[in-house]
Every structure is written in C-alpha cells, then in structure tokens.
C-alpha cells in the first residue's frame, strides 16, 4: 500500500529563517507527490506537486518542495519563513494506475508550522 | 478560494439520525472526492465520483453513501450516526484530466468542510 510518513509533529521555526518540513514516501510504480496547507477552521490548500521532471519544484506563497528518489523524500521548504505561514502541513501520495485506487490521495499525518517573531 | 463550495458549514445533531451533505465542484471538474478528518484517524478518503459513476472507495462505512448528479454535484449522506461520526467531511474535486500526462496526476482542490458534531 502506498503511504507518505511526516516524522514531525510540529516545527519550530524564526522569522526569516528558512524552514524545512519533512515528508518520505513509499509507493509502487512512479510516485506523484503533493503538499497542501491548512489553515485554522479552513480547507486544504494546494502548495504544489511533483510528477516528473525537475527535483526541485516550485509552488505557491514562496514554497518549494525537493523530491529525492534514492532517500524517498519530498521535503517541503522555504527560504524565508514568515509568521503567516504557521499552519498545518499534509504530505500525500496519490495512488497510481497499478495499484488501482482510482485517484485517491493518501495523506501523512500532519506537521504543525509555528513560526515566531 | 478554490471554487469548490460545501454546505453547510456546520451540522449538530444527535445520534441516530441522518444528514447530508453537500459539495459543488469547481467549474468544468468531473471528478469528486469525499475525505473525513479527524482527530483519531486523521485525513482518510472515502469515495470518489467521476462523471456521475463511482471510481474508487475507500475506509467508507456501510452506513455512509454518495451519489454524484447529472450537474455534477455530490451528496454524502450519512445515516444511523454515531458519536464517532463527528468529524470535518472536506470535499474535493480536480479535472480528471491533465493534458497528456496520467490521468491521475491531476490536482485535487478542497471546499471548506462541513463540520459534523454528533451528540
């Protein structure tokens, strides 16, 4: 079964300093990989997600995310972290055609960003 | 805003009883997705709906059913409600396409939730 794990329950992060919330996946076949955000009492937001090409991709508000295959990681980063990003964070994986899940995500169990002046 | 509307927002009711709830998709989405959010179980999807058929289910109870309509909105309708029950029900819903790549690769966007308390 394809899974995403988000070893951090929460990250801790300065104004102005750059942020990095972790994600590794384990899937069959080629993995597509997404990041959304959530807000208190909101839905999910889309940040970005990779299904092939560049390792490095870019998203919205600034993120960026590095797919790393020989570490099957997709860690979620930013250059600068600003106290309006403290939110919540999901990795997820979607099912692929060989596993037959039709378009299914499957999300890791959350990172709490709290960034503080 | 991610053009994908839910209602309504919030829903309190006792167990035993039955409720539904709504979701609209974004403009030209065929796809439609039902997840439950939860303290315990976190983020888990239930159903998938594509075009008005059933594409994929998952950790869905025998108690909860769906239906997606000829204009394209869905249902979630959840019967003989438990305290369990009470959870954030996000609905979602993509393209179902995605010019030339799988056709899973599309990206899902979510409606606000429906927050469902049972007492």
């Known amino acids: 079964a394809q899974s995403v794990a988000q070893p951090e329950d929460q990250v801790n992060v300065a104004e102005g300093n750059p942020l990095t919330v972790k994600c590794t996946y384990s899937v069959s076949g080629n993995p597509y990989l997404f990041w959304y955000v959530q807000y208190p009492n909101r839905g999910l937001q889309f940040l970005l997600k990779?299904?092939?090409?560049?390792?490095l991709v870019k998203g919205s508000y600034g993120f960026e995310a590095e797919f790393n295959k020989s570490q099957t990681s997709f860690h979620l980063k930013k250059p600068s972290a600003l106290v309006s990003d403290s939110a919540l964070y999901f990795c997820?994986?979607?099912?692929?055609?060989?596993?037959?899940?039709?378009?299914?995500?499957?999300f890791g169990t959350g990172t709490q960003l709290k960034v503080e002046l | 805003d991610s053009g994908v509307t839910q209602t309504p927002k919030h829903l309190i009711t006792a167990t035993g009883q039955r409720v539904t709830l709504r979701c609209s998709p974004r403009s030209g989405d065929l796809s439609v997705y039902w997840y439950q959010q939860s303290l315990d179980q976190g983020l888990q999807f239930l159903i998938q709906y594509y075009n008005g058929e059933e594409r994929a289910k998952g950790n869905i109870l025998e108690r909860f059913s769906a239906q997606q309509f000829p204009d394209l909105h869905s249902e979630l309708n959840l019967s003989s409600l438990e305290l369990g029950d009470s959870a954030l029900y996000f609905c979602a819903s993509s393209s179902g396409t995605s010019g030339g790549l799988p056709w899973n690769t599309d990206t899902q966007y979510f409606g606000p939730g429906t927050r469902l308390t049972v007492l």
């Open positions: 990779y299904i092939t090409g560049d390792n």
């Open positions: 997820a994986v979607r099912d692929t055609i060989l596993t037959g899940g039709g378009n299914k995500l499957t």
